[in-house]
């Protein structure tokens, strides 16, 4: 039906204000209790209701459902010298309240054994208050599966699950940023780093050969060759390719520059383990907070994914290997010459352009360049000037116009 269990859309102007709010209070303590409350038909007729409300925990203790049973006791609450009451009509609506009550009862009585006759009373007695101790619990069937096999639902899959989606987006900025700095994981801590990570994506793909999932029609799958046929045909290979050691090979300083660049173009498959992070935040979207921190996210992904992009063509123009001098009409040669760090010739070594600014300026400028010209500001300090610079800027415009489109729509 979509509405309140405090069946507030009931009440008239009879109902009494101050049942109807400790109703509600019973909802929100997740409390057990019992009213009398009188509430109104779709034709406005009047309806006394006996209600009891009971919330139900499941194994950890947790509120997840709320019984709430609802009594006509309308002949109960009819004054006897009411003509309408007399007769065959009162004894008619009397005996289908108590047989109403009475089937409510045997409901809810657990089945009493042979030997327990001495405890019926006591247990019809906890019956009619609602005792938490005889209150059912809602737990979900364990389905039984082979030993080797995890259900995909269980604590330890879950906390794992949550270590993937952290490591996924350590992947997600890590890997634009290296493919497009160019940066060779000298620095052993950083390359310790990617080895473990690379190692627990091989650890996850072993561990999805072996669980559980949902078929079609709503059921666990716990058939192993079933499993494995599905993990294969759906993220096997994507999943394999985006643990591939690319960081140590790119460590050693005899690879060529040519394998060495396709090795870190590899990395970028890697970001399509977000596809999988996107399903497992689908049943997040109903909380408010949570939509608004994966917006943020998310923006800021964006942002730092065409920051990268950005210093990808102000680094394949800033030197004209045709003429091997470099543009003055570059954002990166402008930037060199404002912070102090100018691009200069070696003529007495390698006879090439060296200096410029460094990898963390120019990272933080061209952040500052993305997230203004999605945010539509663009204060114009940092502005493109080349034609490959102009063209990225207008894609980049429309992307802030789409987001900021469908964000206020």
């Not at 009594?71 to 109960?76: C, L, V």
Request: charged share 20%; with cysteine; aromatic share 12%.
């Amino acid at each position: 039906m979509q509405k309140s269990s405090t069946c507030s859309f009931m009440y008239g102007e009879l109902t009494d204000k101050e049942t109807s709010e400790k109703v509600r209070q019973t909802f929100e303590n997740y409390e057990m209790n019992s009213f009398e409350i009188l509430m109104y038909k779709k034709n406005r007729m009047p309806v006394w209701f006996f209600v009891k409300i009971a919330p139900i925990r499941n194994e950890q203790d947790k509120v997840v459902l709320f019984l709430c049973t609802f009594n006509d006791i309308t002949a109960f609450k009819q004054p006897i010298e009411d003509e309408s009451s007399k007769g065959w009509a009162k004894f008619a609506r009397l005996t289908r309240a108590l047989t109403s009550s009475r089937g409510v009862l045997q409901q809810l009585a657990p089945a009493v054994h042979k030997g327990e006759n001495v405890h019926k009373h006591s247990r019809l007695a906890e019956v009619l208050q609602l005792g938490s101790e005889i209150l059912p619990q809602y737990k979900q069937e364990t389905p039984k599966t082979p030993p080797h096999i995890i259900l995909h639902y269980c604590l330890f899959k879950t906390t794992w699950d949550w270590v993937i989606l952290i490591l996924t987006f350590y992947t997600a900025i890590m890997v634009p940023y290296n493919v497009s700095f160019k940066t060779k994981q000298n620095n052993v801590t950083w390359l310790v780093v990617d080895s473990i990570v690379d190692v627990i994506f091989l650890v996850d793909i072993v561990l999805n050969f072996h669980t559980t999932f949902v078929g079609p029609g709503g059921e666990v799958i716990s058939d192993p060759k079933l499993i494995r046929m599905n993990y294969v045909k759906t993220w096997f290979v994507i999943d394999l390719l985006s643990c591939l050691p690319y960081d140590v090979i790119n460590a050693f300083e005899n690879v060529d520059e040519g394998i060495s660049s396709l090795f870190s173009s590899l990395k970028v498959v890697r970001l399509l383990r977000l596809g999988r992070v996107a399903r497992k935040l689908d049943h997040y979207i109903e909380y408010g907070a949570a939509v608004l921190v994966l917006l943020v996210c998310v923006f800021g992904l964006a942002a730092h994914w065409l920051a990268c992009i950005w210093y990808s063509i102000g680094d394949y123009e800033v030197i004209d290997e045709d003429t091997n001098n470099v543009r003055l009409d570059s954002w990166l040669y402008l930037l060199g010459e404002t912070v102090g760090t100018p691009y200069r010739f070696n003529i007495s070594g390698s006879s090439r352009w060296e200096g410029g600014p460094s990898k963390d300026s120019v990272y933080i400028t061209s952040l500052y360049f993305t997230m203004t010209s999605l945010t539509s500001i663009g204060f114009g300090n940092i502005a493109p000037n080349t034609d490959g610079e102009k063209i990225f800027a207008v894609a980049m415009m429309m992307i802030g116009c789409e987001s900021i489109s469908f964000f206020v729509i």
